[in-house]
Nanobody, 117 residues
């Protein structure tokens, strides 16, 4: 299995930027599609962004489109989520996930992002 560890979260003021990182071990991520998800207190997990194994295609939730950017560096076995213009509504635990096909099979432990107004 692949192990995923998120980092880069924190407590920030609205309008600032953060970059989350997802470092993988156990497997090379070059063949995995990757995604970022988030879960706010009392709410269900929601999709944030995804990127294909090659990095050639990305997709985003409407709520973050234009503000967030997912990217990957397969040489470093790391996936990133650049978050700009953060809003209080972005407050959540952010998880990265990996898949070879179908559903996401591997998940990180999550990193907390808290955006104050």
């Amino acid at each position: 299995q692949v192990q995923l560890v998120e980092s880069g979260g924190g407590l920030v003021q609205a309008g600032v930027s953060l970059r989350l990182s997802c470092a993988a071990s156990g497997r090379t991520l070059s063949t995995y599609g990757m995604g970022w998800f988030r879960q706010a207190p009392g709410k269900e997990r929601e999709f944030v962004a995804a990127i294909t194994s090659s990095g050639g295609r990305t997709s985003y939730a409407d709520s973050v489109k234009g503000r967030f950017t997912i990217s990957r560096d397969n040489a470093k076995n790391t996936v990133y989520l650049q978050m700009n213009s953060l809003k209080p509504e972005d407050t959540a635990v952010y998880y990265c996930a990996a898949r070879l096909e179908g559903a996401y099979n591997y998940w990180g432990q999550g990193t907390q992002v808290t955006v104050s107004s």
